[in-house]
């Protein structure tokens, strides 16, 4: 074995260590029913770097729903049946600062919701694609996800999914108020439920580390060679999670890991390491915004040791 990859697994290793003396400081989401379930003391994570390896540490196999991780997928794929010109008329590109459930700003600032990593964006985003291909557009959801995380057994889950769509009412106000402003052309129920199922997509963190590696290699994938998102739009997605994609914890992930990241409720967090790899981290316990207390601690040790920091300088902390 190389030298690079004793240290690569060591840092994961050692990184998952410690988190794990933290996780019994979150809760996981009850919101929504069904996540009342998950079990605070699960954590995993997976990296898989360009070179084709993958190294796994803790609950690698144990499948979760993305939550607003499906968001950048969602994204890609209004920007491809929609257009950006389309997309970017009816949601914003700016950081809220607010809650990723907050209604506050669609009267207060703007009728169209800020960026499309919150919740309000996002059902705006189901919402074009919808426009285009009704209700056949889940199944084009679901084979890109596929496609991104180099597994073609995704599939939804029918109990978070119905959950959900039973409980969503803070969800369903945003979306009638978009219909009503005209901001959502579909009727606001149709992009509920598309919204509903994306986020309700079962995936492990190896699914997901493939899926950031595909970011992080601006959409090509490393194996094959083939494009699977254009690169304008991997550049789009991006920029959005790094200066969106963790709530109202954003800028303290910027600062604290530096890579462009997006975390769901289930318990997810994928990051993107610039044209060296992907990762993804699983933990159900969440801080106060919504995010993985143990994930941030893994990305965070991941990126010290490993100089991952956008602005790292390549600064190395062995
Ligand atoms: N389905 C969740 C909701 O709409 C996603 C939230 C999240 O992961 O941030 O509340």
Redesign the pocket.
């Known amino acids: 074995m190389s030298e690079k990859i004793i240290d690569l697994q060591k840092a994961l290793d050692d990184a998952l260590s410690l988190a794990r003396q933290h996780i019994d400081k979150g809760n996981v989401a009850t919101?929504?029913p069904e996540l009342a379930h998950g079990n605070p003391k699960h954590l995993g994570a997976c990296i898989m770097s360009t070179d084709g390896e993958r190294y796994y540490a803790g609950d690698s196999k144990q499948l979760f729903t993305m939550?607003?991780?499906s968001k950048t997928i969602t994204l890609i794929l209004a920007l491809k049946l929609a257009g950006e010109d389309e997309v970017f008329s009816r949601i914003g590109v700016e950081p809220t600062g607010d809650a990723?459930?907050s209604i506050v700003r669609l009267e207060t600032k703007t009728q169209f919701p800020l960026n499309p990593m919150i919740?309000a964006g996002a059902i705006v985003a189901a919402g074009c694609c919808f426009e285009q291909k009704g209700d056949r557009v889940y199944e084009e959801f679901l084979d890109l996800a596929r496609k991104l995380c180099g597994n073609k057994d995704i599939s939804m889950d029918e109990k978070v999914y119905i959950s959900?769509k039973t409980v969503?009412m803070?969800?369903r106000a945003m979306a009638y108020f978009l219909q009503g402003e005209g901001v959502l052309k579909c009727k606001a129920e149709d992009a509920l439920d598309l919204?509903?199922r994306m986020?309700s997509a079962l995936v492990n963190v190896c699914d997901l580390s493939h899926y950031a590696l595909i970011l992080a290699n601006n959409g090509k994938c490393p194996k094959t060679g083939e494009v699977l998102v254009e690169e304008s739009v991997v550049r789009i997605v991006k920029t959005l999670m790094v200066t969106c994609g963790m709530?109202d914890g954003s800028g303290e992930f910027a600062i604290k890991v530096g890579m462009p990241g997006k975390?769901?409720?289930?318990g997810g967090i994928l990051a993107t390491a610039e044209n060296k790899m992907g990762i993804a981290t699983f933990g159900p316990s969440l801080d106060r915004k919504?995010n993985s207390v143990g994930g941030l601690i893994i990305l965070e040790e991941l990126s010290k040791k490993l100089g991952l920091h956008l602005f790292s300088g390549n600064v190395f902390y062995r």
């Open positions: 919101y929504i939550q607003s991780i990723f459930n919740n959900e969503g803070r969800n919204y509903f986020c709530y975390s769901g409720v289930g919504g």
